[in-house]
């Protein structure tokens, strides 16, 4: 039987991690094989456990402990789950939980950059991407389209945020990443170790349309996506083996990073 623990005081310091902790204190850069990140609805929470995340604790309301959350609580028997009505719960969090469900999990110690991209063909690099709700889109996208790694530079938000996880439909647990330093010299010149040759979305005057036929030949490439305002930085574009665009109609300029990653890994995917 699943811990049940009846929400009694929400100052209880063990609802901290869901009520009172910010996403910084809970990630615990210092210290990340102790941090801890919050995965919000049942399908999310299922995907994590699929994935082999550890949960510590879960905050439901009580209708969803033989409900939507039943197969889940029957998987995570020794960890406590902590209950109430809807109302309580929102005064506790602030806001009205995502199908009702959050499970507090331990942050994974990420991978090296050589395990990582080991047997992968095509990998994106995410350069200074700091909006949430993009980092899980693109995620999205790269499950979708058979991604198989993402890098994030140190700019960029964490995938393990908490609107990131949901906005990916928990996809930030399937695709496998991790953070790249010193970019972009030492980075690029890692991934050309590593046999990848590298494509940065970039609208310059000599980029090559994104359905050139060197790309798609490319037996390992990097699909380089830059932050929403500015796109990549030109060190960025210089170092990079390639500039690619995607071709406009009526005036637009440029795609959302999170659109335009979705029609980059379309195009360059392996065939």
Known sequence: ??????????????????????????????????????????????RALNAGYEPIAFLMERRHI?????????????????????????????????????????????PEIDALCVDARRIVV?????DSTNIGAVFRSAAALNIDAVLLTEGCCDPLNRRAVRVSMGTVFQVPWTRIEGWPAQGVEKLHKLGFKT???????????????????????????GTEGD????????????????????????????????VAFWQLRVK
């Open 1 to 46: 039987m699943p811990k049940i623990i009846e929400i009694k005081d929400i100052a209880s310091q063990e609802l901290d991690i869901f009520a009172r902790l910010t996403e910084a204190q809970l990630r615990n850069k210092k210290e990340e094989e102790k941090g801890i990140f919050i995965a919000e609805s049942p399908k999310v929470i299922r």
């Open 66 to 110: 033989e409900g939507d959350a039943g197969d889940i609580l029957t998987r995570c028997r020794d960890i406590p789950v902590y209950t109430a009505e809807r109302e309580l719960l929102c005064s506790l969090t602030g806001y009205e939980l995502t199908r009702g469900v959050l499970c507090a999990m331990r942050r994974p110690l990420l």
């Open 126 to 130: 995410l350069e200074n991407i700091a």
């Open 199 to 225: 494509a940065a979305m970039a609208l310059n005057d000599d980029s090559v349309s994104i359905d050139d036929e060197a790309l798609a030949a490319e037996g390992k490439l990097a699909i380089v996506l």
């Open 231 to 262: 796109g990549l930085c030109a060190a960025t574009i210089a170092e990079c083996d390639y500039t690619v665009r995607i071709p406009m109609a009526h005036g637009v300029d440029s795609l959302n990073v999170a659109a335009a990653g979705a």
